[in-house]
């Protein structure tokens, strides 16, 4: 995806689940937000309000290559 190594995805799902302000790793322009703003369904998913990217972070962590 975005991140060259396995580590700095780790940080970058860890930085929002800890809902830290994370800017957008495909553009660097805006901070994400919630997908789901209103609905409350899930605060797993993001999406970048620049380039509207989406960031689902459960599906990137399954994804994540092994050690
Ligand atoms: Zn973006």
Redesign the pocket.
């Known amino acids: 995806m975005y991140f060259s190594t396995r580590d700095e995805e780790v940080v970058f799902l860890k930085k929002l689940w800890r809902k830290e302000p994370v800017s ?1 790793p ?5 901070v994400l937000e919630y997908l789901h703003k209103k609905a409350k369904k899930s605060d797993c998913d993001w999406k ?1 309000p ?2 509207g ?1 989406v960031y689902r972070t459960i599906g990137m962590l399954k994804d994540l290559p092994d050690r």
């Open positions: 957008c495909k553009c660097n322009g805006a970048c620049a380039c990217e």
